[in-house]
Nanobody
């Protein structure tokens, strides 16, 4: 199983960025996928999940600005991030839970596989 994130970079506050995560080595379309992030000096936190049926769950603080989506034909997970703020600066991780439906909540304890992350830096 391999998860490879891309799309990170340094952008200014107020702009948008889309992250991608390409999955391989397992039947991607049938499993729950998620995005997490870890800011400098902080614990990793859940951003959003999307199950095999397209049902999404977001962290309350990010609803309305972030959108998770998936393209099963491309085995790719996306995170569209709008109106970015300096506090969104973090390493963003893609993760997979080997379950058709995502477990309740957005917890890293539910995830079975992780990517290595992509750094997003937002300047004011």
């Amino acid at each position: 199983v391999q998860l490879v994130e891309s799309g990170g970079g340094s952008v200014q506050a107020g702009t948008s960025l889309t992250l991608s995560c390409v999955a391989s080595g397992y039947p991607y379309a049938t499993f729950c996928m998620a995005w997490f992030r870890q800011a400098p000096g902080e614990e990793r936190e859940g951003v959003a999940t999307i199950d095999s049926e397209g049902t999404t769950v977001y962290a309350d603080s990010l609803k309305g600005r972030f959108t998770i989506s998936r393209d099963d034909a491309k085995s790719t997970l996306y995170l569209q991030m709008n109106s970015l703020k300096p506090e969104d600066t973090a390493v963003y991780y893609c993760a997979a839970e080997f379950s058709i439906h995502c477990s309740s909540g957005i917890s890293d304890r539910n995830m079975d596989y992780w990517g290595k992350g992509t750094l997003v830096t937002i300047s004011s």
